[in-house]
């Protein structure tokens, strides 16, 4: 029988060879080899991130790296931004509000799920010169590209420490993090890395250390200042995920034999056929663009057509039925879309079983009349592409 093929957005297939890193033997967390294991990681991360800040790796998920940099940067004093058009945006704002008592100094620029994000309306709220700004570069929960490098230009502006999301853009498409101004960047393991779950790394800036060396309010487990002393000495402050560091170190040279510009090139080809592809068969893509944003590189939200009959539980749990599982709504958005993630080591193979299942259940829940349609236009994009 095939494997379940996961087209969430995360956690990703894993290739057997980074699984199989795993299971090699434990080792002194303390010596050297876990020195130079660790030093290699921080070094290539760096090169992904293309930053010269400083650089960790923690044994938590994405949201351990967001809650490490808000609750490391701010006290009850800071004056917060919180930029929110999804689930991961809004984060950070439950993240601010549990470390900062005073709730008028945080700020939250909500626009609508699915909505892009409007610089005139981010400008204002940032006329109450805040010490922090946050937002979810690659909002997963949507599948829209926000604006980064022009929101960074904004918060360098006012001199504020740039927070971003890149939890499922870094490793799957363009983020430079110094050339957009970002102060911390935060990837997490299973999403365009394809490493398993259960690591995250988190680039600091000068900026960032300023304002974190002067709050006694740091979290214990997740201090960053401790994990910049412990880097000193090629170490972590505490133990760390020994099995998702080779993991991790085996996934990040996969990357460096396609090289980052291969792996970016896939990235959006893969999402393209898929645009190409769902929209092809009659569907919709879910989010709104402006001239400042765009559609996900990375993970693809399609609005289920609710209005011909068809609903979540047909397309989701008949794709799942033919052995592809695709990631639903979340909260608000909960049967209303569905999600096809090209995360990863993913390839044009699995791209187009994916397509395939979901045109068998459009047929058979009579949304179109025949099949072959979206693997054509998935093919026609595969074939005009750069290799
Ligand atoms: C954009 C974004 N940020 C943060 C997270 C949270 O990451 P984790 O589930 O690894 O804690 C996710 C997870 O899907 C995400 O997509």
């Known amino acids: 029988m095939e494997e379940e093929l996961l087209m969430i957005p995360g956690p990703v297939p894993v290739l057997p060879r980074i699984l199989k890193a795993m299971s090699k033997p434990m080792i002194y967390h303390r010596g050297d080899e876990f020195g130079r294991l660790y030093e290699e990681i921080v070094e290539i991360l760096k090169n992904i991130f293309q930053t010269r800040n400083d650089l960790f790796v923690l044994s938590g998920s994405g949201t351990c790296a967001m809650e490490a940099g808000i609750g490391n940067l701010i006290d009850n004093e800071t004056r917060i931004v919180c930029i929110a058009n999804g689930k991961f945006g809004e984060r950070f704002v439950d993240i601010a509000n549990r470390y900062n008592e005073n709730k008028e100094n945080v700020t939250t620029v909500n626009f609508a799920w699915g909505s892009p994000i409007e610089l005139e309306t981010v400008k204002e709220a940032l006329e109450c010169n805040p010490e922090v700004v946050t937002m979810a570069h690659n909002e997963t929960s949507t599948g829209i590209l926000n604006p980064a490098k022009e929101v960074g230009k904004l918060a360098r502006k006012h001199d504020a420490v740039f927070v971003l999301d890149c939890v499922t853009s870094i490793g799957g498409d363009e983020v430079p993090v110094d050339e957009f101004g970002v102060d911390i960047a935060i990837v997490g393991s299973q999403k365009c890395l394809g490493a398993p779950p259960g690591l995250s790394a988190i680039s600091i800036s000068e900026k960032a250390w300023d304002l974190m060396q002067e709050n006694p309010g740091r979290p214990y487990y997740m201090d960053l200042v401790a994990y910049k002393k412990s880097l000193e000495k090629k170490q972590t402050p505490y133990t760390p995920s020994l099995p998702l560091f080779f993991a991790l170190r085996e996934a990040l040279e996969v990357i460096r034999e396609e090289s980052m510009e291969r792996r970016i090139e896939r990235h959006r080809m893969l999402s393209k056929a898929v645009r190409a592809a769902v929209t092809g068969l009659g569907l919709s893509l879910f989010p709104k663009l402006n001239e400042i944003s765009d559609y996900s590189n990375t993970v693809t939200a399609i609005s289920i057509p609710l209005a011909s009959g068809i609903t979540d539980e047909q397309i989701r749990g008949g794709m799942r039925k033919k052995g592809v599982m695709v990631a ?25 079983r994916t397509i395939k299942a979901l045109e068998q259940v459009l047929m058979e829940n009579e949304f179109i009349d025949g099949e072959g349609r979206g693997m054509e236009e998935a093919n026609r994009v595969f074939q005009n592409a750069w290799k």
């Open 328 to 352: 639903g709504g979340q909260e608000k958005l909960k049967g209303k879309i569905f999600r096809i993630a090209t995360m990863g080591n993913i390839t044009e193979k699995e791209v187009l």
